[in-house]
């Protein structure tokens, strides 16, 4: 189920800014992100949302959406505030949809070498920490899933 986010000043739909594109959009952008937010493992919104972005001319972040459902990737809620993505060392990592390949964790705000963990205060951050990270890999022209 979609939800329509409302203004809380005048009812109507509330004008978000695409954390993906920096586009500002007034209902079905955020609509898309809240049902995203509301149930981040349900891989069904987040194919919904990349196809928006693709067709709102987004392919970058439309690719990594596809990839979080393809590889089973989501933030990993470890207590009511706090949402986390992990490190995935390959031959010590237990498979979880936490865990991202180094070159996207480390392009996370605050990851740092030799951390294991980084922690944010909602999905909604996560999810946008990746897209940022996402973003990042590709315009350096680096693979970000390899």
Same mark, same amino acid.
């Given at each position: 189920?979609?939800?329509?986010?409302?203004?809380?000043?005048?009812?109507?739909?509330?004008?978000?800014? !695409?954390?993906?594109?920096?586009?500002?959009?007034?209902?079905?952008?955020?609509?898309?992100?809240?049902?995203?937010?509301?149930?981040?493992?349900?891989?069904?919104?987040?194919?919904?949302?990349?196809?928006?972005?693709?067709?709102?001319?987004?392919?970058?972040?439309?690719?990594?959406?596809?990839?979080?459902?393809?590889?089973?990737?989501?933030?990993?809620?470890?207590?009511?505030?706090?949402?986390?993505?992990?490190?995935?060392?390959?031959?010590?990592?237990?498979?979880?949809?936490?865990?991202?390949?180094?070159?996207?964790?480390?392009?996370?705000?605050?990851?740092?070498?030799?951390?294991?963990?980084?922690?944010?205060?909602?999905?909604?951050?996560?999810?946008?920490?990746?897209?940022?990270?996402?973003?990042? !890999?590709?315009?350096?022209?680096?693979?970000?899933?390899?």
């Amino acid at each position: 189920m979609l939800v329509i986010p409302s203004c809380s000043r005048c009812g109507g739909y509330s004008a978000v800014v !695409c954390p993906s594109c920096g586009r500002r959009d007034s209902g079905l952008l955020g609509s898309l992100r809240a049902a995203v937010d509301a149930d981040p493992t349900d891989p069904h919104h987040r194919l919904v949302l990349a196809d928006w972005l693709e067709e709102n001319g987004d392919q970058v972040a439309a690719d990594c959406w596809r990839w979080t459902v393809a590889d089973s990737v989501c933030p990993e809620q470890e207590d009511a505030s706090t949402w986390l993505w992990r490190r995935l060392i390959p031959r010590w990592s237990k498979a979880r949809p936490a865990n991202l390949p180094e070159q996207l964790f480390y392009g996370l705000p605050e990851a740092g070498k030799p951390m294991m963990v980084v922690r944010f205060g909602s999905a909604a951050t996560a999810w946008d920490a990746l897209i940022t990270a996402w973003r990042s !890999c590709v315009a350096a022209g680096v693979n970000p899933v390899e």
